[in-house]
C-alpha cells in the first residue's frame, strides 16, 4: 500500500480489521512509507478483508495505491500484529 498511508491510523484499522475477522499476519511500514500487509486465514475471510482495503481504510485518506500478492506457502502466523499498535 502507499498513498494517504502515514498518520491517518492506517494501521490501527487494518489490524482491527483483521482481528475481527480472525486472520493472523501484520502491518508495518517501511523507510519509504510504503505499507505491507502479510494476512493469513480463512478464504471468505480475506475476501472480506480485500474489499475493506479497497473501499479505503481510513476516513482521513485521500488516496491509497496497492498490489496484491497471493502465495501457497503459509507463514503460520498466531497474531496480528503492527509495528506501531
Known amino acids: 500500500m502507499h498513498g494517504?498511508?502515514?498518520?491517518?491510523?492506517?494501521?490501527?484499522?487494518?489490524?482491527?480489521?483483521?482481528?475481527?475477522?480472525?486472520?493472523?499476519?501484520?502491518?508495518?511500514?517501511?523507510?519509504?512509507?510504503?505499507?505491507?500487509?502479510?494476512?493469513?486465514?480463512?478464504?471468505?475471510?480475506?475476501?472480506?478483508?480485500?474489499?475493506?482495503?479497497q473501499k479505503g481504510v481510513s476516513p482521513f485518506t485521500q488516496k491509497n495505491a496497492f498490489e496484491i500478492q497471493l502465495f501457497d506457502n503459509l507463514k503460520g502466523y498466531t497474531t496480528m500484529e503492527s509495528d506501531i499498535v
Request: with cysteine; glycine share 8%; aromatic share 10%.
Open 4 to 53: 494517504d498511508v502515514v498518520g491517518v491510523g492506517f494501521r490501527f484499522l487494518v489490524k482491527q480489521k483483521a482481528q475481527s475477522l480472525a486472520l493472523k499476519g501484520f502491518c508495518a511500514q517501511n523507510e519509504e512509507k510504503v505499507m505491507t500487509i502479510e494476512i493469513e486465514g480463512d478464504l471468505n475471510r480475506l475476501e472480506e478483508f480485500l474489499e475493506f482495503i
